[in-house]
């Protein structure tokens, strides 16, 4: 604990809460206060000497006027404020005047002589006299470390803490620091612990003293709220909590520590947990199984006087330590609606608040009296204050954005009501508020914790947290231990008996005192029956067991017969006062909604007034200037008709040139429309074209598809054909060399042909000289050969052989081509067939020769 604490905690003892440091001497606070409850005069421990003291006839005579006195003071209590402390208007249906005319009933004597009933009953109806404590709402502020993001982009920091309970906000632009002081100021270094041990420690001590207790934690989005109330919620590694576990679970570590220890002094406790959020001004169940969350969201109302406010069908979960706290707490954060947003990774879009209702049963052994305790404690996790341009929100979480302002801004509302102690306080205007009644102002001891993040950046946020926690720390509560009415009622009913067994005993004397003494304490049997039976069935076993009473009385003592007449009588009127008193409880109740509707009303038509009234004085402002405007434009108005009239001229100008630039634009249009024409026609030709071109692009690959297949078929009849030609050229060579030949020997056969020729005319002639043969002269063995001159006449001799074989030999020799060359000729089976010239392929021939039309097939 750091030396900070010190002074606080002195103060805080001195207030009754107990250091967390010393929980053993704790742990002895709430017993003693119960036993110093029981010990305290009471209905049945009335005081000594006091007891059958007798107060007159004149009592009874006063009930009647009395009794419309409490009717006039029931109304009057129910049209006053009704939003008075749960402690003052709980304690009775009678409101102020309650105590005071209660005495009156009362003889002087009975119920602690010098104590008012009011007191002795309080909020709970109780014998005891109600310890309370009027309190402020006990404020901290708590300043985070810069997040990570501020760090890297070095926002420069703005807030300072001094001594440990003053905060100074100093800001670029703003003149002066703002200072303020709370109750204890944490700054950027104090961890988890050291919040609980200041805020969450003594919370624990007044719950189980029977005091309602609440922590609120308030602040701009992103400002450690969260962190602060819940924080980190599982387990850390040695099994304890872990280090950044926030007041939540250290509240009902602690909570559960000090249960332990006071049940072994004999009281039972029970501890009844739920957990609900505020999301969109809508009320739903944290905890509900899933699937179970009720449409619309759960309704909140009045409870009865003990309980306060309560919400519908919201589920409530036994926990016996703190692990069932840790499990309900993860449950339902799990369950809440988070968003990550620009200010904060994980931000609370509703409020939360988790609740426990512990209640603690005391026996009383010598009285039998069960004094029974109960106390709620409040966690509240209110949603951030954001603005949304900062934020960023848009959509959903811009809606949810408004919504929390909303309430918040309410919230605000319901803090100045109270701290200027306003006559309606703005409860039920927003759901936040109706259910955070008792905390604010109420039946509670209440602890604020305002989170602000150190940064200038955020300067203005801080601003506002500051100036909210500085009005909070201005309202008062008004706490009251909560205590049930069990034993109350017993000793009643004790006290009762014991009255009628005095009465008996003085049998012929008693007194019209003694009945009426009786018949005071039936009164508080009965008015305590009746505030019984508002919160349980008990009251039905308490009147069995005051009938048998009255048996035994009447058996007993049967001479008091006449008296026990008067005594129903007197009871019979009591009846009459006791449904008097349901009608006016009635009628209270409807008087409080009325009441409640009736201010809401003044306040909404109080607001309309003053709307009213400002547009009144707007309009009459509007309307003398607009005397003045007039008075002006009087004035003007002859310019104005003389500007109307060269404005009138100019009119018809323009007029004219309008009707010039229509006609221009009519042709315009024309032109635009022929222009468009052709641009139609131009674009069916360009599509047209472009029809054509896809087609012949089509036809194109068709056809080269179609060359290249003939390509190869006539590259193979090339091939083929080239095998046939040079087999042909091998023939034709083959030819030529025969022909060469045959022309060799077709010369010699000339030239012998000649010579024969010319031997043969020699013979025939009469030349003596034989022919030149071969350019020489013809051997003489020619003329020998011939034998002289050949006769080629009549008989036929030598010559005429000579001349046929010459002749044959000139008509073969004739047959043979002279000079054209040769020829090939065509050889059986090699013949080409008879193609068409087109269907030729000409091939070149080999060097030297001639051409050759070669055959070829084509297609
Ligand atoms: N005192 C602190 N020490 C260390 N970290 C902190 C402290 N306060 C806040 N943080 C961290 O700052 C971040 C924002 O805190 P948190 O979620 O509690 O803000 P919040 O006020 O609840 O915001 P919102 O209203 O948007 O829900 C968290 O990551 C939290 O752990």
Redesign the pocket.
């Known amino acids: 604990m750091s030396s900070a604490d010190q002074p606080r905690l002195t103060r805080a003892s001195s207030r009754g809460a107990t250091p967390a440091a010393s929980p053993r001497k704790q742990a002895a606070t709430p017993r003693k206060a119960a036993r110093q409850l029981s010990a305290t005069p009471g209905p049945s421990g009335g005081t000594p000497g006091t007891r059958g003291t007798p107060f007159g006839s004149a009592v009874r005579s006063r009930i009647p006027a009395t009794r419309s006195r409490i009717g006039a003071a029931a109304r009057a209590a129910s049209q006053s404020e009704p939003n008075s402390p749960r402690g003052a208007s709980s304690g009775s249906l009678l409101g102020e005047d309650g105590p005071a005319l209660l005495d009156e009933l009362l003889p002087p004597g009975l119920p602690g002589e010098g104590e008012s009933f009011w007191a002795a009953v309080g909020a709970g109806g109780s014998g005891a006299p109600t310890p309370s404590s009027s309190d402020n709402i006990r404020v901290y502020v708590?300043v985070?470390?810069p997040?990570s993001r501020e760090a890297a982009a070095g926002v420069p920091p703005c807030l300072d803490v001094l001594g440990g309970q003053t905060v100074v906000l100093s800001e670029a632009g703003r003149l002066d620091p703002f200072t303020a002081t709370f109750d204890r100021v944490f700054g950027?270094e104090a961890g988890q612990e050291e919040v609980y041990a200041a805020v969450g420690a003594q919370m624990v001590e007044n719950c189980l003293a029977g005091f309602n207790s609440s922590i609120f934690v308030y602040?701009q989005?992103?400002?450690?709220?969260?962190?602060?109330i819940t924080g980190d919620v599982t387990r850390g590694e040695d099994g304890a909590l872990a280090e950044q576990c926030g007041l939540t679970l250290r509240v009902f570590r602690q909570l559960f520590d000090r249960i332990t220890d006071e049940e072994q002094g004999g009281v039972r406790y029970t501890v009844k947990c739920s957990y609900c959020e505020v999301y969109n001004e809508e009320l739903s169940d944290l905890l509900a199984a899933p699937g179970a969350r009720a449409a619309g969201g759960l309704a909140i109302r009045e409870g009865d006087a003990h309980r306060g406010v309560c919400v519908e069908g919201l589920t409530e979960h036994v926990a016996v330590n703190a692990d069932d706290v840790m499990g309900l707490v993860q449950r339902g954060s799990a369950n809440r609606h988070t968003a990550a947003?620009r200010?904060?990774?994980?931000?609370?879009r509703s409020h939360s608040v988790f609740t426990a209702v512990v209640e603690a049963a005391e026996a009383q052994a010598d009285s039998g009296v069960t004094q029974v305790r109960f106390a709620k404690l409040n966690l509240i996790d209110l949603?951030?204050s954001e603005r949304v341009g900062k934020s960023g929100a848009t959509g959903e979480q811009l809606t949810e954005a408004k919504s929390i302002n909303k309430s918040l801004t309410t919230l605000g509302r319901v803090v100045t009501a109270l701290t200027e102690r306003q006559q309606h306080v703005p409860y039920r205007d927003s759901r936040l508020t109706f259910l955070l009644k008792e905390s604010l102002g109420g039946n509670s001891k209440t602890s604020l914790v305002a989170?602000v993040s150190p940064c200038e950046d955020s300067a203005q946020e801080s601003h506002s947290t500051l100036v909210f926690a500085q009005g909070a720390k201005r309202i008062r509560n008004k706490a009251v231990v909560n205590q049930d009415t069990v034993g109350d009622l017993r000793a009643l009913q004790l006290e009762n008996a014991r009255l009628q067994r005095e009465l008996a005993k003085k049998e012929g004397t008693v007194t019209a005192e003694l009945r009426t003494a009786l018949a005071a304490a039936q009164a508080q049997a009965a008015a305590a029956e009746e505030r019984a039976s508002a919160t349980d069935g008990r009251v039905a076993a308490a009147e069995e067991r005051h009938q048998q009473l009255e048996a035994a009385l009447n058996e007993s003592h049967s001479s008091l017969q006449q008296r026990n007449a008067e005594l129903g009588l007197v009871k019979k009127e009591l009846e009459e006062v006791k449904a008097t008193c349901a009608l006016l409880q009635k009628d209270r109740e409807q008087l409080i909604d009325h009441n409640a509707a009736l201010a809401e009303r003044v306040d909404s038509l109080g607001g309309s007034l003053e709307r009213a009234d400002s547009a009144a004085q707007r309009w009459e402002a509007d309307a003398q200037a607009a005397q003045q405007r007039c008075e002006a434009a009087a004035g003007g108005q002859r310019a104005a008709e003389e500007q109307s009239r060269s404005l009138q001229r100019e009119v018809e100008r323009l007029g004219a040139d309008l009707a010039r630039l229509g006609a221009e634009l009519e042709a315009s249009r024309e032109e635009l429309e022929e222009s468009e024409r052709a641009k139609k026609a131009l674009r069916r030709e360009v599509e047209q074209v472009l029809a054509d071109l896809r087609r012949q692009q089509r036809e194109a690959a068709d056809s080269a598809e179609l060359a290249a297949s003939r390509e190869a078929r006539l590259r193979g009849e090339l091939a083929e054909v080239n095998e046939t030609l040079s087999a042909r050229s091998q023939r034709l060579h083959d030819l030529e060399s025969t022909l060469a030949a045959e022309t060799v020997a077709t010369a010699k056969y000339r030239k012998m042909v000649g010579e024969i020729g010319k031997l043969i005319d020699w013979a025939q002639s009469t030349s003596p000289l034989p022919p030149v043969l071969g350019g020489r002269a013809s051997p003489a063995g020619y003329s020998s050969l011939l034998g002289g001159r050949l006769s080629f006449g009549g008989g036929g001799g030598l010559v005429s052989p000579l001349a046929e074989a010459s002749n044959q030999l000139r008509a073969s020799l004739g047959s043979l081509p002279s000079s054209a060359g040769p020829r090939p000729k065509a050889t059986p089976g090699t013949a080409p067939p008879s193609l068409s010239p087109s269907k030729r392929l000409q091939v070149a021939s080999p060097a030297g020769r001639t051409p050759v039309a070669s055959p070829t097939k084509f297609r």
């Open positions: 708590r985070r470390p997040s950027p602040g989005t992103g400002a450690g709220k969260t962190h602060t947003t200010m904060n990774e994980r931000s609370s949603a951030g989170c």
